[in-house]
C-alpha cells in the first residue's frame, strides 16, 4: 500500500471515529496498524482529522508504551530488564548488543535489521536473563551467545 493509500485509509477511519466517544486512541492504534509507527506527519493528520492540537496527539503517543514513535526493524531484540534478569547480569547482554548491532537501547540499525528494546519483566524469570527475538525466547544467556543467536537473523531479508 502506498502511503498516500495509507493516508486515506487513515482519513476514512478519522471520519467514522470523530463523532464518538473518545476518538484518540482508536484512531492512534488504528494508525499504527496502517503505517506500523507514528512518524510525525502521522500524529499530524491525526490532530487535524480530529480538530486537536498536535501536542495531545504527541503527549499520548509519548505516555503510552504501546506507541512506536520510530519506523522499527525487522527484528525487534527485545531483552528483559526487570529485576531477576537484571540481578542475572542482563545489563551484560545488552552492552554486547548494543556494541554488536552498533545502536543504543530502542534504536534501529539503519538497514532496518534490528530494532533494541530494553523491556520490563518477560514473564519467564526462571529463564533469567532472557531475551526474545520476534517470537523466539532465549533464556539463561551469555553474553558470549550473542554474537551467534544474531547471526542467524542478519543473513534473512528486509521485506520492503
Ligand atoms: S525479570 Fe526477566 S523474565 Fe521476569
Redesign the pocket.
Known amino acids: 500500500m502506498s502511503e498516500k493509500q495509507k493516508f486515506e485509509k487513515l482519513n476514512a477511519f478519522i471520519k467514522v471515529q470523530k463523532d464518538l466517544d473518545g476518538p484518540l486512541m482508536p484512531v492512534m492504534q488504528f494508525a499504527q496498524d496502517v503505517f506500523g509507527y507514528l512518524p510525525m506527519d502521522v500524529q499530524q493528520a491525526i490532530a487535524e482529522g480530529l480538530g486537536i492540537p498536535m501536542t495531545k496527539v504527541y503527549g499520548v503517543a509519548t505516555f503510552y508504551s504501546q506507541f512506536v514513535l520510530e519506523e522499527q526493524g525487522q527484528h525487534i531484540v527485545s531483552l528483559?530488564m526487570?529485576?531477576?534478569?537484571?540481578v542475572k547480569g542482563?545489563q551484560k547482554i545488552l552492552d554486547v548488543l548494543e556494541e554488536e548491532l552498533g545502536i543504543k537501547d530502542g534504536k534501529t540499525t539503519e538497514d532496518r535489521k534490528f530494532t533494541l528494546s530494553g523491556t520490563r519483566?518477560?514473564?519467564?524469570?526462571g529463564?533469567?536473563?532472557?531475551m526474545m527475538i520476534g517470537e523466539d525466547v532465549y533464556g539463561q544467556l551469555e553474553p558470549e551467545q550473542i554474537p551467534e543467536i544474531l547471526a542467524k537473523y542478519k543473513t534473512q531479508e528486509v521485506a520492503s
Open positions: 528483559c526487570g529485576t531477576a534478569c537484571y542482563a519483566c518477560l514473564g519467564c524469570c529463564l533469567a536473563p532472557v
